[in-house]
């Protein structure tokens, strides 16, 4: 169900809530042979604004993969909060120090040895264009939920679920 109640910067607040407390989310890509690929990718902190930020290796494979086709998908999840997001966008890399600086972590010296000198590092920014949620409030309400379709015999109703535009 598309939601035409939100503009698109409620739709950014909305999945930027969904979002915020979700450090991995599976990246999906389009191989230069046809077919999808999916890998974890650690989303970088910072306040969702209709872009997303990673760090990635220049020789990781996504960068044929989006020679190929700039088009992806980010699915997160939050089981324990039963939200659930699915963003679609365009993916490009970024090579800015100050974006780097910005985002970088000692921790990722376990990946680029270098650290931010590292010639393999690179962002990858991703700009959402829609998005689908799934949300359920509480675990409460998705317990109501589900005992109500047993009950009645009717659909269960997972909470809201829309579909959204992003710009």
């Known amino acids: 169900m598309k939601n035409t109640d939100l503009s698109p910067e409620q739709s950014i607040k909305k999945v930027g809530e969904l979002i915020k407390d979700i450090k991995f989310a599976m990246l999906c890509t389009t191989n230069p042979e046809g077919h999808l690929h999916s890998r974890p990718m650690t989303t970088q902190e910072d306040e969702f604004d209709g872009t997303l ?12 993969d989006l020679d190929s086709s700039s088009e992806v998908n980010l699915a997160y999840a939050n089981p324990n909060g039963h939200s659930y997001v699915s963003i679609c966008g365009t993916g490009s890399f970024v090579d800015d120090k100050a974006i780097k600086e910005k985002f970088w972590k000692p921790a990722y010296k376990a ?5 931010l000198d590292d010639p393999k590092l690179t962002l990858l920014k991703v700009d959402a264009h829609h998005a689908q949620y799934w949300d359920t ?9 589900l005992a109500k379709s047993v009950i009645t015999g009717k659909s269960y109703s997972a909470g809201d679920n829309q579909k959204v535009d992003l710009n």
């Not at 930020?53 to 044929?64: A, E, H, Q, V, Y």
């Open 53 to 64: 930020w990673f760090f990635t290796s220049k020789d990781s494979g996504i960068k044929n």
């Open 111 to 115: 990946w680029f040895v270098e650290g």
């Open 137 to 145: 409030p509480s675990a409460v309400a998705y317990v109501l939920n």
